[in-house]
T-cell receptor, first 116, second 116 residues
């Protein structure tokens, strides 16, 4: 199946700093990618839809100025958590849809963000 | 709003038995329902998809049913093995407006523990 990678897999940063997370589709092109956040023992919550060549679409309650998304190419989307605070500590996961009709998603391995 | 619920209690079964996980949804008529497996600290992995006009889908030891009247999907693992221990997530696909790309709305997941 298709492979999606994320980098870094784990990051620890100080409060107030910005962190960039990369999501790459390795063997296919993705005009759309999705970013999710998952808190411990909770389900994945969709944060935003990343669109190549246009602005991202954010879910209700997600601050677009805090979570900057850039879909620079057909294989790369980045999520930047700006001025991170401890409450932003979470597991961030990206996905890209398959070309099949059922919209199944290929997920990255996730990035564990810890803000001190 | 759309809501999708899974039994949040962990399911413990003996190796060789059949595991059955439940997924219920409200306020929506999804065209597709999907099941994913998630291991700790990892991104979800797609397992099966079932369409609204399908009653049952099988893949090796996995079986999914879809009852659009009850608004429920059941996920079965036959001849379960300790390696099947993981969290299983169901997700419905939601198409907003005229968008061709569906968004996934996830249930909170059910953790399965298969004991040898």
């Amino acid at each position: 199946g298709a492979v999606v990678s994320q980098h870094p897999s784990r990051v620890i940063c100080k409060s107030g700093t910005s962190v960039k997370i990369e999501c790459r589709s390795l063997d296919f092109q993705a005009t759309t990618m999705f970013w999710y956040r998952q808190f411990p023992k909770q389900s994945l919550m969709l944060m935003a839809t990343s669109n190549e060549g246009s602005k991202a679409t954010y879910e209700q309650g997600v601050e677009k100025d805090k979570f900057l998304i850039n879909h620079a190419s057909l294989t790369l989307s980045t999520l930047t958590v700006t001025s991170a605070h401890p409450e932003d500590s979470s597991f961030y996961i990206c996905s890209a849809p398959s070309s099949g009709g059922g919209n199944e998603q290929f997920f990255g391995p996730g990035t564990r963000l810890t803000v001190l | 709003s759309q809501k999708i619920e899974q039994n949040s209690e962990a399911l413990n079964i003996q190796e060789g038995k059949t595991a059955t996980l439940t997924c219920n949804y409200t306020n929506y008529s999804p065209a597709y329902l999907q099941w994913y497996r998630q291991d700790p600290g990892r991104g979800p992995v797609f397992l099966l998809l079932i369409r609204e006009n399908e009653k049952e889908k099988r893949k090796e030891r996995l079986k999914v049913t879809f009852d659009t009247t009850l608004k429920q999907s059941l996920f079965h693992i036959t001849a379960s093995q300790p390696a099947d221990s993981a969290t299983y997530l169901c997700a419905l696909v939601w198409y907003k407006g005229s968008s061709n790309t569906g968004k996934l709305i996830f249930g909170q997941g059910t953790t399965l523990q298969v004991k040898p």
